[in-house]
């Protein structure tokens, strides 16, 4: 530096001041730009970190700018390369922190903004730049360092502004005591150093105040405008930690009780598939912290009234036990009905005697637990101080109870969908077994097509359809229907099966056929349940069939032009002894022109209903068939038309199954219909 000239030394502070303080601007300030920060639940814990560093930089600053050498001191006066160090290095670092302090400021007043932030913002904006002017102005021309007393007026405007702008300052209300604590200890200081510190520089006597506006003109004000900023910003956030403390055991409880029940609500709604005992620790746990106790268990009552132990925390199960067992009071809890708030045990007398049992319980709280309305237990949380439990821990610990009640809902509805889905497989199962039971092709027959449908009202379904041979070679068409639906109906419908392929073989004619049946089922199945069949024997080519019923619905008939239902008498299979059933069956035999059919069906097609609740009724199909003209296929498919046709969408309540038979003299039939 001494090889320079006397304007070269200002050209060469300012430029490299500029340069070394804008890019340390820059990378604070562009750093503020993102705005992710203001939704980090974290973000007090970030400010108090920030806040700690920007403490120690003031620290470091007044310990500088006390142990700094001065400009006469004997130390300094021996090295011109020392001088440097102690001012011009002083005033730069000095510089830097100034920056620090309002990107510091700039960043939280903007986190924590309300409607006025923004404005305010841009005052204290014009306020810096003012006075910059001002220090400026002096540093080109010195006579007018006059016009430099407006600014510690402009100082205090500003400083007051800042104090109007960190007014939001609510969270630290919400913070755990010992965060308190700490921002009490860095604020009290920061507001006392800070203002110290502004005061000082902004003085004349300021040996570093002419340094940093040789380095940055209005770098000075700046300096003392950031410190004062600081204090006026540590007041606040220092007056706003003293308001909150009295509170702070408050907030920091019902901060621990939200907390809690946040977690209790995350572990309910995925204890569903955890066992009771899980359940049942995790709640005396939690209700312990929530509550402040100094004890807590659950006690467990079964369908026969007897007391378990559930799960317990400073409490010995034995003694439990024990005050179960005492014959006057050991009852107490189970009669409560709603939350209890005994605030001193031994000044109430139905449980007074707990304390023989339970040394520290003085004050209790017991809440009735529920599984849907089922009284499932008691939850007991013990204090070891009388009157030390508040209403409020009421409210609290009945919400546990609450989810107790939820989990265990949980539980049981877990297990219901899961067996549900166990009996869907098995129904599925069986819906695949029972369609096995029915013929997948029908047989080909000379001169004959049979065709047929089916439709269950569930999954599976007590409707049956073969095709048989007696013992004479030839062909029998059968249709039965089981009482009722469903599983039971199924499993009546495969003995029903069983019994026709066991003895249709030893038989020669429907009647025979039917009265075997009865025999095989009659005391097999309950008395509640029968089952109606219709029997048609093909005689032989020329389109003869013989029919017997056994209480089944009519067999429907196109007998050339005209149509006609065949009813012969007929008890249904399983109601009576043989005896009784033989005497009532009858076989009766009709002739089949060419082109005449035969139409079988179960009660579920008859009964089906419309929206309207009115019946098909058996006329329409006694109709329907004598209107047809074609092979059994389209006759079947006439049928299941005028069926959808009149159910109109609506459910059928029973199942459905038609078979149909058609006479077609001198004439050899392609594979006849599949089972629909």
């Known amino acids: 530096f001494g090889l320079l000239d006397g304007a070269a030394i200002p050209f060469w502070k300012v430029t490299s001041s500029i340069a070394i303080i804008a890019s340390f601007a820059f990378f604070f300030f562009s750093s503020n730009l993102d705005k992710s920060l203001a939704n980090q639940w974290n973000i007090s814990e970030k400010f108090i970190s920030e806040y700690t560093r920007l403490f120690l930089l003031l620290l470091f600053l007044g310990l500088m700018l006390i142990i700094s050498p001065s400009e006469d001191s004997e130390f300094i006066g021996k090295s011109r390369f020392l001088t440097f160090l102690a001012n011009e290095l002083v005033a730069i670092i000095s510089l830097l922190i100034a920056i620090y302090i309002i990107w510091f400021l700039f960043k939280w007043l903007n986190i924590r903004k309300h409607k006025k932030t923004s404005m305010f913002m841009k005052v204290i904006g014009i306020g810096l730049i003012y006075l910059f002017a001002i220090e400026i102005a002096i540093h080109i021309s010195p006579s007018l360092s006059r016009i430099d007393s407006m600014s510690t007026f402009f100082y205090m405007i500003l400083g007051f502004i800042v104090l109007a702008i960190s007014k939001k300052n609510a969270w630290i209300a919400q913070l755990p005591r010992g965060r308190k604590t700490l921002i009490f200890w860095l604020s009290l200081p920061a507001t006392i150093i800070s203002f110290m510190l502004s005061v000082y520089s902004a003085s004349d006597g300021y040996a570093y105040g002419q340094l940093m506006s040789a380095y940055l003109p209005g770098g000075h004000h700046v300096f003392s405008a950031s410190l004062l900023f600081l204090a006026f910003y540590s007041l606040r956030i220092f007056w706003a930690v003293l308001v909150a403390f009295p509170t702070s055991s408050i907030v920091e409880r019902k901060s621990s009780e939200v907390s809690t029940l946040a977690y209790l609500n995350r572990f309910i709604s995925e204890s569903a598939s955890k066992d009771i005992s899980h359940l049942l620790n995790t709640v005396t746990q939690l209700a312990l912290h929530a509550s402040g106790g100094s004890g807590v268990w659950i006690e467990v009552y079964d369908d026969s009234s007897k007391i378990k132990f559930g799960s317990a925390l400073n409490v010995a199960p034995e003694a439990i036990e024990e005050f179960h067992q005492d014959q006057k009071f050991g009852l107490a809890f189970t009669m409560i009905t709603a939350p209890l708030l005994v605030e001193s045990v031994p000044k109430a007398e139905e449980f007074a005697q707990l304390k023989a049992f339970i040394a520290n319980a003085n004050a209790l709280i017991a809440i009735p637990l529920y599984q849907g309305k089922h009284r499932f237990g008691t939850l007991v949380v013990l204090n070891s101080e009388e009157y030390a439990f508040e209403y409020d821990d009421i409210s609290v610990l009945a919400a546990f109870g609450d989810n107790v009640n939820i989990a265990l809902e949980n539980s049981r509805l877990l297990k219901d969908s899961i067996e549900k889905e166990r009996y869907l497989n098995e129904l599925m199962i069986a819906k695949r077994m029972q369609q096995e039971l029915l013929p997948h092709n029908l047989p080909q027959l000379k001169n004959f ?168 009724g058996m006329e329409k199909l006694r109709v329907a068939t004598g209107l047809h003209s074609g092979d059994s296929d389209l006759l079947i498919a006439n049928i299941t038309k005028m069926a959808e046709s009149h159910s109109a969408g609506s459910a059928a309540h029973d199942d459905m199954t038609a078979v149909a038979i058609v006479y077609s003299e001198n004439k050899f039939i392609k594979e006849s219909g599949k089972n629909g």
């Open 449 to 616: 097509t049979i065709s047929a449908f089916t439709l269950p009202a569930e999954e599976v379904g007590g409707d049956y359809y073969d095709v048989a041979e007696f013992k004479d070679g030839y062909p029998c068409v059968l249709i039965g229907d089981v009482s009722g639906k469903g599983m039971s109906a199924a499993f009546y419908m495969a003995q029903l099966k069983g019994a026709v392929q066991a003895i249709v073989k030893q038989t020669t004619s429907p009647k025979d056929l039917l009265s075997k049946v009865n025999g095989i089922l009659y005391g097999l199945i309950d008395r509640q349940s029968y089952v109606t069949m219709l029997c048609v024997k093909i005689e032989d080519e020329a389109g003869r069939l013989t029919l017997a019923r056994a209480g089944h619905p009519p067999a429907f008939l196109k007998l050339s032009s005209e149509a006609k239902s065949l009813t012969p008498s007929g008890l249904g299979i399983g109601l009576a002894e043989n005896s009784i059933f033989d005497k009532f069956i009858e076989e009766v035999s009709v002739e089949l022109n060419s082109g005449d059919a035969c139409l079988l069906i179960t009660d579920g097609i008859s009964e089906l209903r419309n929206p309207q609740g009115a019946e098909l």
